[in-house]
């Protein structure tokens, strides 16, 4: 034996490795990203002060973390004006706007299932503690 770590490479098997759609999942279910996307794809054009009155729990710091995690992501373009005082608008992107297929894909589980849910949600409560 030399001392040597090796080195394996992922397994077909592992969970991370298999499912194709993880890294999307990080990126569009983020907290916070899905109700900034649906905001921007709804109202259009945002300033950071009409985003903070829409979504009305998110705090100015993660607000500014997100927008520039999802201009990072290309899923936000965020629009500097150079005027007194300067003003920055933000849009969705054309690549988070193709995710309108995806989020109405969404919805229409949300309404057909979200009782489902919540029923077993409260079956699962009213069990004794396992």
């Known amino acids: 034996m030399t001392g040597k770590a090796t080195r394996t490479a992922p397994s077909s098997t592992d969970p991370e490795q298999a499912c194709p759609i993880g890294p999307v999942v990080d990126i569009v279910f983020s907290r916070w990203t899905t109700p900034i996307l649906w ?13 903070e009155r ?14 520039r995690q999802l201009e990072r992501d290309g ?8 005027e007194v005082p300067p003003r920055v608008e933000y849009e969705i992107s054309e690549l988070g706007r193709s995710l ?8 229409e ?6 009782g489902e849910v919540e ?3 409260h079956d699962y409560d009213r069990e ?3």
Do not use: D, S
């Open 39 to 51: 905001t921007l794809h709804a109202h259009g054009r945002q300033r950071f002060g009409e985003l």
């Open 54 to 67: 829409r979504i009305t729990r998110i705090t100015p710091k993660v607000l500014t973390q997100r927008l």
């Open 75 to 82: 899923l936000v373009v965020r629009t500097y004006h150079p």
């Open 100 to 107: 309108a297929p995806l989020f109405a894909h969404l919805t």
């Open 109 to 114: 589980w949300a309404t057909a299932h979200l």
């Open 119 to 121: 029923r077993a949600r």
């Open 128 to 130: 004794p503690a396992r």
